[in-house]
């Protein structure tokens, strides 16, 4: 058995060797002649799985990619040729959920905020969203939900439309899907009209896909307000060639990093093993909990004292998201976005550090922390 998996995909060869032999492919470069002789495809989003890369191939049977997004994947093409093919929901789900909290902690010492007194527009509200609205909601900050599929199919859901949660929200977060066509289409959702409706000071965040900022039009917009708009930005338009005009304006600006934990993307690889060994009626034998590495802190003692604003120094043991911004600005020009993304440094999540003590807050808990037994 012949697999073929991008390079930055971590723990590849420690969950599929057992399987066949595992070559390692440069995601962005690949081409149909270096996956001729491919029985398995394992891929991440920067490589586009469609016609034309599979051109040469007549022997695959499984494509995996270890992401969450899948609008690189041409679905309709692989259903055509029966050649299953899987991704890995909610992988790196905590990851970015720990990204934008990072974020929103930054904001709110540099704008000096009360982020109680915000309202955060959450738009996309599945493993990513809701997840980002538990942690939100148990710190008391206040949430508005957008999410017109999830409307539709569930009579309980709350949701906010678009329209107005450009009107009410202080900041809004970006963790929908990027889509073309459907009923509900994402790409360029914020443009130069929507943009025109927020709030004049309202933040953005986005961490989902690039294009469903209308880069250009996020850059006429701050480029002509006064009122600076606090802007986050991990996912940009036409990467890794990104619109670097925007980067004085950006108060978090990131290479496409938010899932990149190491408990992110090594859950992409495993989710990926899992599903091809059940779709073989084979036994999973490798387990991630026995593959990642000991993390560098591993206990905390809460005190009986610890309270919401220490939430955020407790969070910055583990990440603080200024360091991933530090490292595009100083590094973009010489290395380019994809070599810092491949260089990317280790970032545990929360889950990692185990709290001790009789007091440890549930809201700690809810924000993905670990309790120690
Ligand atoms: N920056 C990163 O590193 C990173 C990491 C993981 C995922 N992502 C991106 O984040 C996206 C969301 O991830 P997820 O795991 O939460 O996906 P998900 O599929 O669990 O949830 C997406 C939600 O968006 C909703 N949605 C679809 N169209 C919408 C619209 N027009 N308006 C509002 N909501 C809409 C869906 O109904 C769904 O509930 C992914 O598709 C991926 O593109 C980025
Ligand atoms: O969709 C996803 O899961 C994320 O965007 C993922 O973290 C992208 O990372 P990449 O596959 O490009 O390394």
């Not at 394992?42 to 494509?63: E, I, K, P, Q, W």
């Not at 940009?236 to 925007?246: F, G, K, Q, R, V």
């Not at 020009?333 to 185990?354: H, I, N, T, W």
């Amino acid at each position: 058995m012949q697999i073929f998996a991008d390079e930055n995909m971590p723990l590849v060869q420690q969950f599929f060797a057992e399987l066949g032999d595992v070559h390692l492919f440069n995601g962005r470069t690949v081409t149909a002649e270096q996956l001729k002789d491919a029985d398995i495809l394992l891929v991440r989003s920067v490589t586009n799985v469609d016609a034309a890369l599979l051109a040469m191939n007549s022997r695959l049977r499984f494509v995996g990619t270890a992401t969450i997004g899948i609008d690189h994947i041409d679905q309709q093409y692989l259903a055509q040729r029966n050649i299953p093919f899987v991704s890995a929901p909610g992988c790196n789900a905590q990851s970015v959920t720990e990204y934008v909290l990072s974020s929103l902690w930054c904001l709110a010492e540099k704008y000096q905020w009360d982020l109680t007194d915000k309202t955060v527009g959450i738009v996309g509200v599945g493993n990513i969203g809701s997840r980002l609205a538990k942690a939100l909601q148990a710190m008391n900050i206040s949430v508005l939900l957008c999410d017109p599929p999830r409307a539709e199919r569930e009579s309980s859901f709350v949701h906010t439309s678009f329209e107005q949660l450009c009107k009410q929200a202080d900041i809004i977060s970006f963790h929908a899907p990027l889509t073309s066509g459907g009923r509900w289409p994402t790409r360029h959702m914020l443009n130069k009209e929507t943009l025109l409706s927020l709030k004049p000071d309202c933040a953005l965040i986005n961490a989902a896909r690039g294009a469903i900022l209308n880069n250009n039009a996020l850059l006429a917009d701050v480029a002509a307000t006064k009122s600076r708009r606090p802007i986050v930005l991990d996912v940009w338009e036409n990467e890794p060639d990104i619109l670097t005009a925007l980067l004085p304006y950006t108060d978090i600006a990131t290479v496409h990093i938010a899932g990149h934990s190491v408990e992110g993307k090594a859950r992409g690889t495993e989710m990926l093993y899992q599903q091809y060994c059940q779709l073989q009626g084979i036994p999973a034998n490798q387990q991630l909990s026995e593959l990642l590495p000991i993390p560098a802190m591993e206990k905390v003692q809460i005190s009986a004292n610890f309270g919401l604003p220490d939430v955020q120094n407790l969070a910055r043991l583990l990440y603080d998201v200024r360091r991933d911004d530090a490292i595009l600005r100083q590094h973009l020009a010489e290395q380019g976005f994809d070599r810092l993304r491949k260089s990317y440094p280790a970032r545990r999540e929360f889950s990692s550090l185990q709290l001790c003590g009789n007091s440890v807050p549930d809201y700690l808990l809810q924000l993905g922390f670990g309790l120690a037994q």
